[in-house]
């Protein structure tokens, strides 16, 4: 409980004092016009109070992340805290700040044309084509997961294609209409939904006096029932991402860069969101090891359920919320997914749409990007959710690691302290690299070397950002 304890006031702290610092270093202006304010199209740039435009991030970026990777996450232990805490404080918030501001002080873009000013052309258009592939993935994933839920709630004529269906007509619509039609208006009440639904079960977990485990000498360790398949580095990085860092924030970022109507509301927005997220990872993670009387415990069941973290949110509703209680915290999980679901379609379309140089204002000009991303989508959803997911998260981790390298790149230019996201860069380059040799959906290679590629591309990547910021000092008399 107080390591638990311990973690929540360690991410409050982090928004009130670091999250300061990098407003600081961003040196925001409340007199700056936002995109919002000068490029006002009633589409997509539509100025919003900042609480309704936080509530709408904390729903896009949370999505299943924070609540399958968290139970997934809780496999390797209690060092799955101190992942999600300094993750959220030192790595992922900073990520979401950074690219929020970047497209805010670059009238809304894509964060794909933002890799382009800062890392170059080429840059740019292979993350392009990885960024689109990313939002179907994670649109995809977004649909499969609710999907599986819903038809487990309904009678057996609303099965998994009925509501495949019925959430692909939702996200047409939400895709296509203005933003505060739809996300501007039920989002921010889903967000708030979400976010109570976490809170109630932990209150709940707490008063029915399940012990949390406490992160100790003594546990430090891998709790994993698969630990030669499944050591900490880099697999509990790439598991638990959006509750620490996740590269999709960076797409949605941008979305909400087009509706805050002052620079100050951006620390608010898009590291406040993050910490939020941060915030439901630990609360499932912590259930998830007590639950079931212990983490060795949690394996079992994993094992027996075939890793379906669904239903491992289904058992717990049940029984710490009771039948009703239960019905809304699923409507809950289903919900963040689905409403995280359309808005990366929502960006797959704003980055193809800045790609094409399309005006979005006409209907015709969204449907034609529109339509074949959902034909592309929907035949990804014949694919099984489990291959469909490790990739997402693969895919995902490495978008942040590029973003990192992006807004290291700024900071030097800017000549501010580029440290704060060097460091996060470097960790998640040995991670992405590793993880992608090590895994079985990966090439499957030895740890030895897995291990030493991933510090061996970390080393390279540092010396090259040490010619750089050599070649970019001026030459002295």
């Known amino acids: 409980m107080i390591t638990f304890l311990l973690s929540l006031l360690l991410l409050a702290a982090g928004y009130i004092f670091y999250s300061r610092y990098l407003e600081k270093i961003m040196e925001v202006d409340p007199n700056r016009p936002t995109p919002a304010l000068t490029m006002s199209d009633g589409v997509d740039y539509v100025p919003m109070p900042w ?66 000013i800062y890392l170059g052309r080429t840059a740019k258009q292979v993350m392009r084509l990885f960024t ?4 179907i993935l994670v649109g995809v994933v977004f649909i499969s997961g609710p999907a599986g839920l819903l038809a487990n709630l309904t009678p057996m004529a609303m099965d998994f294609t009925f509501w495949i269906w019925v959430i692909f007509a939702y996200y047409v619509l939400a895709t296509l209409l203005p933003i505060d039609k739809i996300i501007g208006k039920i989002y921010p009440l889903f967000g708030f939904a979400l976010l109570f639904m976490a809170i109630s079960l932990i209150v709940a977990l707490i008063a029915k006096g399940y012990a949390i ?45 087009r509706c805050i109507k002052n620079e100050t509301e951006g620390r608010k927005v898009f590291y406040g969101a993050m910490v939020m997220e941060g915030m439901v990872a630990l609360i499932w993670a912590a259930i998830s090891m007590s639950f079931f009387g212990g983490i060795g415990e949690l394996g079992e069941v994993m094992q027996a359920q075939k890793g ?12 710490l919320l009771g039948k009703f209680g239960a019905l809304l915290a699923i409507l809950g999980v289903v919900a963040a997914p689905i409403t995280s679901g359309d808005t990366a379609f929502r960006s797959a379309r704003l980055t193809v749409g800045d790609l094409l140089h399309f005006n979005q204002k006409p209907v015709k000009n969204r449907l034609l990007i529109t339509v074949p991303l959902f034909a592309i989508g929907f035949a990804l959803t014949k694919i099984n959710f489990d291959v469909i ?40 380059t040995a991670v992405v690299t590793s993880y992608i040799l090590l895994a079985p959906e990966g090439f499957a290679l030895s740890k030895v ?18 010619f750089y910021i050599q070649k970019d000092k001026p030459v002295s008399d």
């Open 51 to 116: 609480w309704r435009v936080l509530l709408i991030q904390f729903l896009n970026i949370a999505g299943l992340g924070p609540i399958f990777g968290a139970i997934a996450g809780a496999l390797w232990g209690p060092v799955a805290f101190l992942w999600i805490v300094l993750g959220t404080i030192f790595a992922g918030a900073v990520h979401d700040y950074f690219s929020g501001m970047l497209s805010v002080r670059h009238n809304g873009l894509s964060i794909t044309e933002i890799i382009g």
């Open 132 to 135: 689109v592939v990313l939002l």
């Open 213 to 257: 485990p406490e992160l100790t000498a003594d546990n430090w360790h891998n709790f994993h029932y698969d630990k030669e398949r499944f050591p900490i580095f880099p697999m509990l990085f790439i598991t638990i991402a959006c509750g620490a860092i996740s590269g999709f924030h960076a797409t949605q970022s941008p979305l909400m860069a």
């Open 308 to 319: 379906n973290a669904a239903w491992v949110v289904n058992e717990i509703s049940h029984s």
């Open 389 to 428: 997911w490790r990739y997402f998260a693969w895919s995902n981790q490495t978008l942040a690691t590029v973003v990192l390298w992006t807004i290291t790149v700024y900071l030097v230019r800017e000549k501010k302290n580029y440290r704060i996201t060097l460091l996060p860069a470097l960790f998640m």
């Open 449 to 466: 070397v897995s291990y030493s590629t991933g510090l061996t591309v970390s080393i390279l990547l540092f010396a090259w950002f040490l």
